[in-house]
Structure formats: structure tokens, C-alpha cells
């Protein structure tokens, strides 16, 4: 089972910048998508963006366009959200989550139910 630690969150102004990190004990298989999901106060889980291991393929929700980036750096076995000119809007916990595959699949999936793993999430204050 893998286990994913996120981390960087934080109290942050409107127009700042944060990077948010997911560290995963374990394996990652190069089957596998990873992808970062928002949790607002009083709202469900939704998609942020996604990134396939193996080749890196990322997508994002169209809200997400422009001012988040999704990486990854395979050798540490980390992923990373940075979320640039910070608007109150983004005010949420954020949560990676691992969908594991048996066999490759094209495009990552922006279904939380997909996912198979969670970590435990990392909060993000955006307010003046």
C-alpha cells in the first residue's frame, strides 16, 4: 500500500505563490496516475489536475489553466502542485491520491472515485 504524505500548505495573500508537496512511501508503478484534488469548506472533492507516471501527461480542470502547475520528480517519488497568484477562491484542503493500474491507460481520470490511495491533505488559507 502506498502511503502519501502531503505537505506546503499554508496562510497565504491574494497574488501569493505555494508549492505543495506529495512524498509516497512505497512503489509507484509507471502505470499509474497521480493527481491533486481540492476540498473547499462545505464543498465536495473535486479535480485539480492529473499527471500519468510513466510518461508524464498532465491535465488539469479548466479552472486550474494557467495558475497551477502538476509535476513530478520520479526519482524521490514526489509529486507537486504550484499554485501561483493565489486568489481567496483557492481557500481548500489539498489532497494527491495515487489511481493505480493494472495495465497503462492513456489519460488520467478527474474522477475522485477513481483514486485509489489518498493522503491525509494539506491546507491552504488564501485571505488578507
Known amino acids: 500500500q502506498l502511503q502519501l504524505v502531503e505537505s506546503g500548505g499554508g496562510l497565504v495573500q491574494p497574488g501569493g505563490s505555494l508549492r505543495l508537496s506529495c512524498v509516497a512511501s512505497g512503489t509507484i508503478y509507471a502505470s499509474d496516475h497521480m493527481g491533486w484534488f481540492g476540498q473547499a469548506p462545505g464543498k465536495e472533492r473535486e479535480f485539480v489536475a492529473a499527471?500519468?507516471?510513466?510518461?508524464?501527461?498532465?491535465i488539469y480542470t479548466d479552472s486550474a489553466q494557467g495558475r497551477f502547475i502538476i509535476s513530478r520528480d520520479a526519482a524521490a517519488n514526489t509529486l507537486y502542485l504550484q499554485i501561483n497568484n493565489l486568489k481567496p477562491e483557492d481557500t481548500a484542503v489539498y489532497y494527491c491520491?495515487?489511481?493505480?493500474?493494472?495495465?497503462?491507460?492513456?489519460?488520467?481520470?478527474?474522477?475522485?472515485?477513481?483514486?485509489?490511495?489518498w493522503g491525509q491533505g494539506t491546507q491552504v488559507n488564501v485571505t488578507s
Open positions: 499527471l500519468t507516471w510513466r510518461n508524464n501527461k498532465k
Open positions: 491520491a495515487v489511481d493505480r493500474h493494472s495495465r497503462p491507460v492513456v489519460t488520467p481520470s478527474r474522477s475522485p472515485g477513481e483514486y485509489d490511495e
